[in-house]
T-cell receptor, first 111, second 114 residues
Framework: EDQVTQSPEALRLQEGESSSLNCSYT??????LFWYRQDPGKGPEFLFT???AGEEKEKERLKATLTKKESFLHITAPKPEDSATYLC????????????FGAGTRLAVHP | DTGVSQNPRHKITKRGQNVTFRCDPI?????LYWYRQTLGQGPEFLTY????????KSRLLSDRFSAERPKGSFSTLEIQRTEQGDSAMYLC????????????FGPGTRLTVT
């Protein structure tokens, strides 16, 4: 069964303290892995798509990487405005078009 | 048109009532998706359309739920005889039918069933 597991469930950082979020996945044929940011009471905001192992994408203080079993979202020198829930999702190949999401990591960055 | 829009943003209803939500996708996107999200969980897929055709439905979508996309543009999601367990955020997303498959989400409709 396709499954996405994110860890940790919650993470508290001091401003400037770099860290990584993990997304482990089990899927029959990965078409793409997606990272989203979600603020309270809002819809998910698209961040990155990764398609193959070894691929990396960067945006400001965020960097996403992909292996055959997991993805990492690295946050360098975070600021309070990076506080949000970060969601990972997989898109399976073979004619399926839904995204399968993990439960997310709630990140709090304190000044 | 700068993104996916959803209306209403909030809906409070009594158990047993029917509710309908609307989603307007990004205009050039021909795929439209509905997801449901409960507190502390990631979104769960409900159904998706390519143009006006409903191509996939989750087993989560009971007989009380129906979705339409009559002209391949906006979509509606109706829940009949609402139950307290239907309380959730209902999210709509849209994408192109090929290429990157990136799905862009709207702000959601928060449903509270009392």
């Amino acid at each position: 069964e396709d499954q996405v597991t994110q860890s940790p469930e919650a993470l508290r950082l001091q401003e400037g303290e770099s860290s990584s979020l993990n997304c482990s996945y089990t899927v029959s044929g990965l078409r793409g892995l997606f990272w989203y940011r979600q603020d309270p009471g809002k819809g998910p905001e698209f961040l990155f798509t990764l398609y193959s192992a070894g691929e990396e994408k960067e945006k400001e203080r965020l960097k996403a990487t992909l292996t055959k079993k997991e993805s990492f979202l690295h946050i360098t020198a975070p600021k309070p405005e990076d506080s949000a829930t970060y969601l990972c999702a997989v898109h399976r190949s073979g004619g399926y078009n839904k995204l399968i999401f993990g439960a997310g990591t709630r990140l709090a960055v304190h000044p | 048109d700068t993104g996916v829009s959803q209306n209403p943003r909030h809906k409070i209803t009594k158990r047993g009532q029917n509710v309908t939500f609307r989603c307007d996708p990004i205009s050039e996107h021909n795929r439209l998706y509905w997801y449901r999200q409960t507190l502390g969980q990631g979104p769960e897929f409900l159904t998706y359309f390519q143009n006006e055709a409903q191509l996939e439905k989750s087993r989560l979508l009971s007989d009380r739920f129906s979705a339409e996309r009559p002209k391949g543009s906006f979509s509606t999601l109706e829940i009949q005889r609402t139950e307290q367990g239907d309380s959730a955020m209902y999210l709509c997303a849209s994408s192109y039918a090929s290429g990157t498959y990136e799905q862009y989400f709207g702000p959601g409709t928060r449903l509270t069933v009392t």
